[in-house]
């Protein structure tokens, strides 16, 4: 399972009050990293409304509908890097976008590997799985402390991070964060982007 935080990371008002700060999206060298030489059978992706909310379930979450397109173009273009280098159909890909907090916690606990970008949500629901990897330097306390406490949790400090408040300002409109997602689309799947 991949928790895939999304919609408020892209809202121009939670950036400039500087809630976003250290949490952003894992690079797929992330998952690469961690997923080669595994028989993986399918990947669950736990995330945002994809869509305008339509769906039944979104109420919870109605706050990031408005992101939905642009969280579905990243979501996409992350999956088919995946799928590519996986060798993995993109069928076996499956999207959890509308469902309850308790849904998306049981994916979390009960998936065989789980990843967690830096987010609370993952990480508190993370602690009571079979084996989870977490990444972010926000929770410096956690990285020191959780792995040797549960032989499950792994750390991983590297590289990995795209964070949307480098690149996402307070007064940003819709089509400058669309533009802005493409550089992060980008930078998360390993292409060259000039800026």
């Given at each position: 399972t991949i928790h895939?935080?999304?919609?408020d990371l892209l809202d121009p008002l939670f950036n400039g009050r500087g809630e976003t700060g250290g949490m952003g999206f894992?690079?797929?060298?992330?998952?690469?990293?961690h997923l080669r030489g595994i028989d993986v059978k399918s990947i669950h992706v736990v995330t945002t409304p994809l869509d305008d909310c339509?769906?039944?379930?979104?109420?919870?979450?109605?706050?990031?509908?408005k992101w939905g397109p642009m969280c579905s173009r990243i979501v996409d273009a992350l999956v088919n890097t995946l799928a590519s280098s996986?060798?993995?159909?993109?069928e076996h890909f499956h999207m959890?976008?509308?469902?309850?907090?308790?849904?998306?916690?049981?994916?979390?606990?009960?998936?065989?590997?789980t990843f967690c970008s830096p987010?609370?949500?993952?990480?508190?629901?993370?602690?009571?799985?079979?084996?989870?990897?977490?990444?972010g330097r926000n929770f410096p306390s956690i990285r020191n402390t959780i792995p040797d406490i549960l032989k499950t949790f792994k750390y991983d400090?590297?590289?990995?991070?795209i964070?949307?408040?480098?690149?996402?300002?307070?007064?940003d409109t819709i089509n400058d964060v669309n533009e802005t997602v493409q550089i992060m689309i980008d930078s998360i799947v390993g292409a060259k982007t000039a800026r």
């Open positions: 895939f935080r999304c919609g894992l690079k797929a060298s992330f998952y690469l990293k339509s769906k039944e379930g979104s109420s919870g979450r109605k706050q990031d509908c996986l060798e993995l159909p993109r959890h976008d509308h469902e309850s907090i308790m849904w998306s916690m049981h994916h979390i606990v009960f998936s065989e590997m987010s609370t949500f993952c990480l508190f629901a993370s602690l009571g799985s079979n084996h989870v990897i977490h990444s400090d590297g590289d990995y991070i964070e949307p408040m480098r690149w996402i300002k307070r007064t």
